[in-house]
């Protein structure tokens, strides 16, 4: 049990031992710090920005692939069943309205 919490109170120590040290590099070298910051803030911008660019284009193509619905452009004949079961396309004789599968 004694091993137990010397083992704690050590990486405490060394945690605690480790942040000083960070922040007083920190300080010491103020330059290093801002093109560190900038850098990382620089990154993250620039993701932002990917994903925007992405999802604007993903809404045109949608927004231009939308406009060749079914109702505009039919690509198939409309599919209807038969009374056995079966389906055949539809003939000329019934309704030509084209519906989106």
Do not use: W
């Amino acid at each position: 049990m004694v091993s137990y919490y010397r083992r704690i109170q050590m990486i405490f120590k060394l945690m605690v031992e480790s942040i000083k040290f960070a922040f007083g590099s920190l300080k010491g070298d103020k330059f290093r710090t801002f093109l560190s910051l900038f850098g990382v803030t620089i990154g993250i911008f620039s993701i932002v920005t990917v994903f925007t660019a992405i999802d604007a284009l993903q809404s045109n193509v949608e927004r231009g692939l939308n406009s060749f619905t079914c109702r505009s452009s039919p690509l198939r004949p409309k599919r209807v069943r038969s009374t056995n079961g079966g389906s055949f396309a539809q003939g000329p004789h019934q309704n030509t309205k084209s519906t989106c599968f």
